[in-house]
């Protein structure tokens, strides 16, 4: 971003979009030519999920590198100008990400993140990614990052009894 004036600077940031960008229409796009319906950006869920198959509770974000940190250990040290606020801003981006999908799977949600470059140069296997989980889900094949640490405890516990 160098070269520009701060008041050019904060024109081209401001202009960047939240939602409905090219990746995320891209890949909605292709959902719905699959026969595969969804919700956009449900605020009722953490992180208003970009995409939200709900009968499948299937939470898909599509990710910007710079902005959510894609190689962030390697990207960090590019920056040139105002370098504490990029990286501390894209810092708390990284973890407000791995929050809001702790989030979403502790309410039973399973979620799936694509980068930007991704989508744009193999969307035919992101939606193929899509489209397996939904299989691994629906036939109860899906293995899961999240264990009800209470209920694992108590089905092992000899003094469990469900009688």
């Known amino acids: 971003m160098g070269g520009l004036t701060p008041e050019q600077r904060h024109r ?15 890949l909605r796009k292709s959902l719905w030519h699959e026969g595969i319906r969804y919700k956009k950006n449900v605020r009722t869920l ?13 939470a898909i974000f599509c990710d910007g590198e ?7 250990e390697i990207k960090k040290n590019t920056f040139k100008t105002n370098r504490d ?7 708390r981006n990284i973890m407000r990400d791995n929050n809001i999908e702790k989030e979403l799977e502790n309410i039973g949600w399973v979620v799936l993140r694509f980068w930007g ?8 296997a992101c939606v193929n990614e899509i489209k397996e989980t939904i ?23 000899p003094e469990y009894n469900l009688n």
């Open 46 to 58: 953490p992180g208003k999920p970009d995409i939200a198959i709900t009968k499948y509770k299937l």
């Open 117 to 124: 470059k991704d989508i744009n140069k193999n969307l035919k």
């Open 85 to 91: 606020y990029w990286i501390t801003k894209i810092e």
């Open 12 to 26: 081209c940031m401001s202009n960047i979009k939240s939602n409905n960008t090219s990746i995320e229409s891209m």
């Open 135 to 157: 299989y691994e889900i629906k036939h109860g094949l899906y293995k899961s990052n999240y264990f009800p640490s209470d209920l694992l405890v108590a089905e092992n516990d």
């Open 66 to 72: 710079l902005w959510h940190g894609k190689d962030w």
